[in-house]
């Protein structure tokens, strides 16, 4: 790797623990200190290129300059998205797989998530009322629901019953702990990491299970879900994939489910500190539900930064990108780019009452297209059960927030409130007439 011109690079001879030590402002961290939208570095011993700002997200999703193929650290396989899943693909393969996903996401599916989301909010909430309920003269309420952990339950059920996984009631709790690993395992070291690549072969061993049932027509799954079409996908060369595969890419779409427990308890949180956002989220004149919700993936960390190696040699910005370098994409400070977002650390939905639509300044889940590039095909999934679960938060059910650790912490990844949320005396409101 070489420069055409000038291009700023760290003095360390590796910056791996600056990295851990600053988590989701690593990049924005030295932009800044450079003064330069693109920075060189050494992660893990590799020399790693770092890129930010909007002209680098449409760099970064040309899908003839870079490619997926080997960029993915193993310990971000073996936790987040195991192996062979359709993260790592690449060209006509990539669409091919892409496409079987896309097809899930039908106007009939969306709906009918909609209401499965609506219906195990409800069945929480009875169980929260009758848990959380304490005695008023009491200074102190031992009953506290703590919202995150519940709320990954939730998730878990919504994916399952929506992708055809069977899930009994005795397992909700186990598979849900599993998922949420895989989740918070790939930022993690130690125990964290440890506990996510445990958590993938047990995941990955029962939906591999499944999966074999429904291939031998010994389970019956409806022809409409993710666990019917996955299981039948065929390659390219006309194939079924292996169980291995499948179970991965199954697994791609109940733990992106689990994940937006996350993206709904920093939504609680963005509540409790903005009342005024709650009221107008309860109203929803001019489809504000929408916009707290784009503000929610926008402004709270989830996805610190993506990665992808180069193609074939280019330049861009005085630097040349050779062949197989890895190369960073900041997530995080993009979507907190002052050049694109006015105030970015400021939380105001109502900046997306006019957004352009804008794939490449808006990338919390990927930018660029969804069918023909590496954009999450689950975002209007995320949209969509976000704006069902946040809503039914802010009309459905009362509840009282105690005293709590609230702060979250950008060096951690990925990261939450320190208290997880908690909350206690949940009441369910009367419907309106």
Known sequence: MSAIGKVPGDKTWDSSLALLMEGYEFIQNRCRKYQSDIFMTR?????????????????????????????????????????????????????????????????????????????????????????????????????????????????????????????????VNMRADDLGKLIDGFGGLGLRYYEGCLARKRTEKWIRDIIIRIRRERLAVKKNTAAYTIARHRSLKGKLLSTQVVSVELINIIRPI?????????????????????????????????????????????????GARVRSDFVWNNCLFKKGTLVLLDVYGIDHDSRIWKKPYEFRPERFAKWNGNPYGFIPQGGGDH???????????????????????????????????LNYSLRRIPTLPKSRFRINRVRINPKPN
């Open 43 to 171: 992660l893990m011993g590799e020399k790693v290129i770092c890129i930010s700002g909007e002209e680098a997200s449409k760099i970064f999703y040309d899908e003839r300059k870079f490619k997926r193929k080997g960029a993915a650290p193993k310990r971000v396989q073996k936790t987040l998205f195991g192996k062979n899943g359709v993260q790592a693909m690449d060209g006509n393969a990539h669409k091919h797989r892409k496409a079987m996903f896309m097809s899930v996401m039908t106007p009939y599916n969306l709906e009918r998530l909609e209401k499965i989301t609506m219906k195990h909010w409800e069945a929480a909430a009875k169980e929260w009322k009758g848990r959380s309920r304490s005695d008023r003269g009491s200074l102190l309420c031992l009953n506290n629901i703590v919202l995150f952990d519940e709320v990954q339950k939730i998730m878990c059920k919504v994916a399952c019953e929506w992708a055809g996984v069977p899930l009994n009631d005795r397992e």
């Open 371 to 405: 069918y023909n590039g590496h954009r999450c095909p689950g975002e209007m999934v995320t949209i969509g059960i976000m704006k069902t679960s946040l809503t039914y938060l802010a009309v459905n059910i009362s509840y009282r927030v105690p005293r709590q650790n």
């Open 258 to 306: 689990v994940a937006i427990a996350t993206y709904i308890t920093f939504g609680a949180l963005a509540m409790y500190e903005h009342p005024d956002g709650k009221i107008k989220l309860a109203r929803n004149d001019g489809n504000y539900a929408l916009m707290f919700v784009q503000e929610i993936r926008r402004f709270y960390p989830f996805t610190p930064f993506v």
